[in-house]
C-alpha cells in the first residue's frame, strides 16, 4: 500500500514533485504507472522504512485506481491547451486527450501549487507527515528538473497494462 500519491497531468511539474517529495525519509517515484503492473505499485512499499509514494501522469487516466488506494491524494491541474502547448514547445504532438482528473478523489489543486511556499508547506505535511523543509524547498524552486526521455525507465508489463486499460476507456 502506498503511503502517498500526487496525480497529474502530463508537463505539469510532476517531475519537479518527484523530487522534492523524495527526502531521507520517503521516496516517490516518478510515473510508476509506465514502468510497473498494478501489482508490482503494491508492493513498492515492502521492507522500505520510509514512506513511500508516487508523482504519476498515467495514473489520472484510470481514476477507479486511483480512488481505491487508500492514501492522502493531490491532484494537480492544468489546463489542457497550456499542456499540449508545453509538449509542442520541445517537439511532441500529444497523440490523445486525456480524461479530466476531476474524478480522482483527493486535494484538487493548481499545478504552481507545490511552488507557492505557503501552499507548499500544506501539501508537504499532508503527504509526508513532517515539518515542512522551507531551505530545500526554496533551493528546489530555483530548479527546472525534467524527465531525462532517453534514460527514461518504461517497464513492459506497466505500460502494455496501461496501454490495455486505455484501449478499454477509449472504446467505451
Same mark, same amino acid.
Given at each position: #500500500?502506498?503511503?502517498?500519491?500526487?496525480?497529474? !497531468?502530463?508537463?505539469?511539474? %510532476?517531475?519537479?514533485?518527484?523530487?522534492?517529495?523524495? *527526502?531521507?525519509? %520517503?521516496?516517490?517515484?516518478?510515473? +510508476?504507472?509506465?514502468?510497473? *503492473?498494478?501489482?508490482? $505499485?503494491?508492493?513498492?512499499?515492502?521492507? %522500505?522504512?520510509?514512506?513511500? !509514494?508516487?508523482?504519476?501522469?498515467?495514473? !489520472?487516466?484510470?481514476?477507479?485506481?486511483?480512488?481505491?488506494?487508500?492514501? +492522502?491524494?493531490? $491532484?494537480?491541474?492544468?489546463?489542457?491547451?497550456?499542456?499540449?502547448?508545453?509538449?509542442?514547445?520541445?517537439?511532441? $504532438?500529444? #497523440?490523445?486527450?486525456?480524461? +479530466?482528473?476531476?474524478?480522482? !478523489?483527493?486535494?484538487? /489543486?493548481?499545478?504552481?501549487?507545490?511552488?507557492? +511556499?505557503? $501552499?507548499?508547506?500544506?501539501?508537504?505535511?499532508?503527504?509526508?507527515?513532517?515539518?515542512?523543509?522551507?531551505?530545500?524547498?526554496?533551493?528546489?524552486?530555483?530548479?527546472?528538473?525534467?524527465?531525462?526521455?532517453?534514460?527514461?525507465?518504461?517497464?513492459?508489463?506497466?505500460?502494455?497494462?496501461?496501454?490495455?486499460? #486505455?484501449?478499454? /476507456?477509449?472504446?467505451?
Amino acid at each position: #500500500m502506498l503511503d502517498f500519491m500526487v496525480i497529474s !497531468g502530463e508537463r505539469s511539474g %510532476s517531475t519537479w514533485v518527484a523530487n522534492w517529495l523524495t *527526502t531521507d525519509t %520517503s521516496i516517490c517515484y516518478h510515473d +510508476p504507472r509506465l514502468r510497473w *503492473t498494478a501489482e508490482q $505499485i503494491r508492493h513498492l512499499k515492502r521492507g %522500505s522504512k520510509k514512506r513511500v !509514494g508516487i508523482c504519476c501522469t498515467a495514473a !489520472g487516466m484510470d481514476p477507479e485506481w486511483c480512488n481505491l488506494q487508500q492514501c +492522502p491524494t493531490l $491532484i494537480l491541474h492544468r489546463d489542457p491547451l497550456e499542456i499540449e502547448a508545453s509538449w509542442r514547445r520541445i517537439g511532441v $504532438i500529444p #497523440m490523445f486527450s486525456k480524461q +479530466p482528473l476531476d474524478c480522482v !478523489g483527493g486535494w484538487h /489543486v493548481d499545478w504552481k501549487a507545490p511552488r507557492v +511556499p505557503e $501552499i507548499a508547506a500544506q501539501i508537504y505535511e499532508f503527504l509526508l507527515w513532517k515539518d515542512f523543509d522551507a531551505e530545500r524547498h526554496h533551493e528546489l524552486c530555483q530548479m527546472n528538473v525534467q524527465p531525462h526521455f532517453v534514460g527514461l525507465d518504461i517497464g513492459v508489463a506497466g505500460i502494455k497494462e496501461h496501454m490495455a486499460h #486505455m484501449q478499454k /476507456v477509449l472504446s467505451q
